[in-house]
Structure formats: structure tokens, C-alpha cells
């Protein structure tokens, strides 16, 4: 079974070119390490009624929608393994 990493965040709609440059690099640095999926979504029709929406979940604010993300790796070990190495790499620390 694989190990999976989600993430929910909320993004401005006049930023998302931006946001979807980074995503794109992130992934190639993340798929470089062996993460096997790294996948972003921009959300669109968000206000569900059944259950708690992701626009609530993460408080968005007017002008914003949600990103939500995921990166799937071998096993919990790897994830480890990789991120500690991607917190450390300067491709990305230029980026945060």
C-alpha cells in the first residue's frame, strides 16, 4: 500500500498562473526524489450542502479558491526520506 500526503490550501484566483508555475516545478523536484503521483486541483463548484465544503474547511476568503493537492510515495519512510531531503533542496527554499 502506498503512503499519501494531502493538502488543502487556499490561493487568490488573480495568482493562480503564478501558483500553477510553482506547482509545476514542485512536482518535477518531488517526481526527481521518487515520489511516485504529485497532483494539484483548483477547485470550482465548491459550496456542496452534505458535508463540511473545502472553501470552509480552509476559510477562504473573497477572491481566493482552494487548492487541493497530493503527493504519493513507496511507503511513510520514503515520504520521510524525501521531504527531508526537499526541505533542503535550494530549488525549493528560492520558492518559499
Not at 514542485?26 to 497532483?39: N, S
Not at 482552494?66 to 527554499?93: E, G
Request: aromatic fraction near 10%; charge should be positive; proline fraction near 3%.
Amino acid at each position: 500500500m502506498t503512503y499519501v500526503d494531502g493538502f488543502l490550501l487556499p490561493v487568490s484566483k488573480k495568482k493562480l498562473k503564478a501558483y500553477r508555475a510553482m506547482s509545476v516545478a514542485c512536482g518535477k523536484i518531488w517526481h526527481e526524489y521518487g515520489a511516485l503521483e504529485y497532483r494539484e486541483c483548483v477547485g470550482d463548484d465548491l459550496e456542496i450542502k452534505m458535508c463540511l465544503p473545502f472553501t470552509r474547511a480552509v476559510k477562504v476568503k473573497r477572491g481566493e479558491t482552494v487548492i487541493f493537492s497530493w503527493i504519493v510515495f513507496k511507503s511513510r519512510a520514503q515520504r520521510d526520506r524525501i521531504n527531508a531531503k526537499i526541505m533542503r533542496d535550494p530549488r525549493i527554499l528560492a520558492m518559499m
